[in-house]
């Protein structure tokens, strides 16, 4: 039988798995790079869209977990915590179940998407809201390790950025080199790390001839790299990238400056007409926040012809609440055909 079975078999090799038993895994990664049609012609170059939102949780941050879970099952963690803007806490409930721990995530109140919260309660989490931004939540998390015994399995656990960089080995394989830009948004700035990582590792083992520029996209309204400074009170639509403070900041600034790239702002309406683009012309529903790194290159250009992938980290499903909020609602007619033949002609 030669089915997928998940990252940490895949890509094994190129993986710290000693002292691993059981693999944790849900047979995430393998996601689909959709060519982009009408993108690549709006921008004059070749787009692809790397569709994270097909992952078991609908994130990228399932690459992450099943390594951050696999190891601290190993290690004899019977429950794991994050700080999260819901797609870490949907991930880590879900696989910290798939291992039969417990698993107690913190949320800001009110903060996150709607599906995101669905997902943690069902999978079977502990989940907590607290009265304070993400920032806060990341950092009463990692004060609970010292009083509980308990792992911590937010980006910060170095286990969750080797998981991730499995998302650049499949972009190699499926391209057959790295493309010319890597787009992606940054939150905590964790994804971009680990993308770096993963192109510079099978670059330097001769997998890859070239190594991409890293272009990373903040909101706005939360773009503490972009000002050079910590943002205390982040405001965005894209909730997933409401953070002030990234906890993998400095990894991200030499990624963008090793590679040549850059980390730039992208409006909420800006990120929004990207979201509406994708959906309508390219039929993708990612997330708000994915949008960022389409939004990116429809505002700053991209050299033409150049090859270029836009991470679109999670499912637009997970967010029906901006979904609804920024369209038009349907109109209601009468159940008759007289007045749907009116409506339709
Ligand atoms: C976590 C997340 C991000 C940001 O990733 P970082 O590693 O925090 O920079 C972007 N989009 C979505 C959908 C996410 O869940």
Redesign the pocket.
């Known amino acids: 039988m030669n089915q997928w079975g998940g990252l940490l078999h895949e890509f094994a090799q190129w993986l710290d798995l000693r002292g691993v038993g059981d693999i944790v895994t849900l047979h995430e990664g393998n996601t689909p790079l959709l060519h982009a049609e009408r993108l690549s012609e709006r921008l004059g170059a070749d787009v692809w869209l790397k569709l994270e939102g097909l992952n078991p949780t609908g994130?990228?941050?399932d690459r992450g977990m099943t390594m951050a879970i696999t190891k601290a099952k190993a290690a004899g963690a019977t429950t794991v915590i994050c700080g999260s803007?819901?797609?870490?806490s949907a991930a880590a409930a879900a696989f910290a179940g798939k291992a039969g721990m417990g698993c107690v995530v913190l949320v800001p109140e009110g903060k996150i998407a709607l599906g995101k919260l669905a997902q943690a309660i069902v999978y079977g989490a502990d989940v907590v809201q607290i009265r304070g931004n993400f920032d806060r939540a990341l950092n009463l998390a990692r004060e609970l390790t010292q009083h509980l015994p308990i792992t911590i399995v937010n980006?910060i656990n170095p286990d969750r950025i080797e998981g991730q960089k499995t998302g650049a080995f499949e972009l190699i394989r499926t391209l057959g080199d790295a493309p010319d830009i890597l787009s992606i948004?940054?939150?905590?700035?964790?994804?971009?790390t680990a993308y770096w990582r993963g192109f510079t590792q099978w670059h330097f083992e001769g997998l890859a001839a070239t190594l991409p520029k890293m272009w990373g996209f903040q909101a706005a309204g939360a773009a503490p790299i972009v000002l050079g400074h910590r943002v205390d009170e982040p405001e965005t639509i894209a909730t997933?990238?409401r953070?002030g403070n990234?906890a993998?900041w400095v990894p991200a600034l030499e990624a963008v400056d090793e590679s040549h790239g850059a980390i730039r702002a992208v409006t909420d309406a800006e990120l929004l007409d990207a979201y509406k683009f994708l959906a309508k012309n390219e039929s993708v529903f990612c997330?708000p926040?994915?949008a960022a790194s389409v939004a990116g290159l429809i505002k700053y250009g991209v050299p033409k012809g150049s090859r270029v992938v836009c991470v679109l980290?999670?499912n637009g499903l997970k967010d029906p609440d901006t979904a609804v909020s920024t369209t038009a609602t349907p109109t209601v007619v009468d159940a008759t055909l007289e007045a749907l033949l009116a409506r339709l002609s």
């Open positions: 994130s990228f941050k803007t819901g797609n870490t980006s948004p940054v939150g905590n700035a964790g994804n971009i997933a990238i953070i990234p993998s997330e926040a994915s980290t999670g």
